[in-house]
């Protein structure tokens, strides 16, 4: 359990992805540029099973974009995409009307 201020902590907000391609020598991590309003940042995310990279091109999605930066395969991860996984299935959270990138989730 957290508390409310501890929750209030975790800036959620909508990306537009920018660009996406695969990784090399990784079968599941993709290298995203995502616009986040007043700034790009790169995220890594596992998701390469579950899409291709020229299906997340012009995706909005939410992210989580004040988590410490995380290496992965030598790349720096900025932010991290939000997604829902049930069983093999994976599906990222967007948002069920065009918004803005940089939008704040409330």
């Known amino acids: 359990m957290i508390n409310f201020e501890d ?3 975790v800036d959620l907000r909508i990306a537009k992805i920018i660009s996406a391609e695969k990784i090399e020598g ?3 991590l993709l290298k995203i540029e995502a616009d986040i309003g007043n700034e790009k940042k790169q995220i890594i995310a596992g ?3 579950f899409y291709n ?6 995706k909005t999605a939410a ?3 004040n988590l410490e930066p995380r290496e992965m395969m030598g790349l720096k ?4 995409l939000l997604a829902a ?3 093999e299935n994976l599906t990222l959270l ?5 918004i803005l990138p940089g939008t704040k989730l409330t």
């Open 63 to 65: 992210v989580v974009v």
């Open 94 to 98: 967007v948002p069920e009307k065009e």
């Open 85 to 87: 996984k049930d069983g």
């Open 26 to 28: 990784s079968d599941k």
């Open 47 to 49: 998701i390469g099973k």
């Open 77 to 80: 991860s900025e932010a991290m």
């Open 7 to 9: 929750f209030q902590k």
């Open 53 to 58: 990279p020229e299906e997340l091109v012009g």
